[in-house]
């Protein structure tokens, strides 16, 4: 699968005094298997980005193609292509709602029309893939603790084996703690099923430590594009759009750590 968005235009409430124009000729190419991240500072048109990437918000104008096919084409799949771009959405927990976690899981893959058995074979190892605890599966949903539901949901979006996941801030609201863990669970996943993630943030801590392509939206464009090293040169810039300073010198210190040249400009690196 590979993903490719030209001119893309998106405003809300086009034609009404409350007009917005949230995204502002995006042009992105996303191939297979790729760990991407999309980074901005609140508004900048995040959301409103990957809700495309899966129908959820149709463009105003400009083209998404899904495997060289362009998805607003006549007879074009929204159902099909919905299955294979999983998206998991801000504090997905709110969307648990069955009787316990494992059928919870079940929800998306049965609704797909799979036969019992492949959806419960697709539950536990959806489950397993998010870490969740086999003890866990016949609690209800809201018995579980703030990480445990959000595993559980990432879980009902696992279970659809999408070709592509996005997660919109699926660490938000959970502790130091919590965060690392989902964050790591979904590296491996990545590394173990080569599909390709999205990972959307306002944290470049939680963006830079783990993927290798950086998207920094900023009012609606796309400012930055690139490998990590090749963002975080832009530190000056990154500053004054509001992506705090010492969260981008951390991550120079990381990277610097792990034996990668930074060219710093003008900022100061202490010895790690
Ligand atoms: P982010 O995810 O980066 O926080 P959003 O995609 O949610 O950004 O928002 C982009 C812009 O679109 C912001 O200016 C926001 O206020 C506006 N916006 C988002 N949702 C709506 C909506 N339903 N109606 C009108 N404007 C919206």
């Known amino acids: 699968m590979s993903i490719k968005i030209e001119h893309l235009n998106y ?3 086009q034609g009404t005094a409350y007009e917005k124009q949230a995204l502002t000729d995006i042009n992105l190419e996303l191939p297979a298997g790729q760990f991407a991240g999309i980074i901005g500072h609140t508004g900048s048109g995040k959301s409103t980005l990957i809700q495309h990437l899966n129908g959820l918000v149709r463009a105003t104008s400009g083209t998404i193609y899904y495997n060289g096919e362009n998805i ?23 969307q648990l709602f069955e009787v316990d976690v494992f059928t919870d899981v079940c929800f998306g893959p049965k609704n797909l029309g799979l036969p019992k058995d492949e959806v419960e074979a697709r539950a536990y190892e959806a489950l397993r893939q998010v870490g969740l605890k086999e003890k866990y599966y016949k609690k209800s949903p809201f018995e579980l603790s703030g990480g445990q539901k959000r595993r559980a949901a990432i879980a009902g979006i696992l279970a659809m084996q999408p070709e592509v996941l996005i997660l919109d801030e699926p660490t938000a609201g959970l502790d130091p703690r919590g965060r690392d863990n989902i964050l790591d669970q979904i590296a491996l996943l990545h590394e173990e099923r080569k599909i390709t993630v999205i990972l959307v943030s306002h944290s470049m801590e939680d963006i830079a430590k783990y993927v290798e392509r950086i998207i920094v939206m900023q009012k609606g464009h796309v400012r930055f594009d690139d490998k990590p090293r090749q963002v975080f040169e832009h530190y000056k810039e990154l500053e004054q759009i509001g992506l705090a300073a010492p969260q981008v010198t951390y991550l120079m210190q990381e990277l610097k750590a792990r034996g990668m040249q930074v060219d710093t400009g003008a900022m100061t690196i202490e010895e790690a």
């Open 11 to 13: 405003i809300y409430s």
């Open 72 to 94: 607003y084409a006549e007879g074009y799949s929204m159902k099909t292509l919905r299955s294979k771009v999983g998206l998991v959405f801000q504090y997905p927990e709110y």
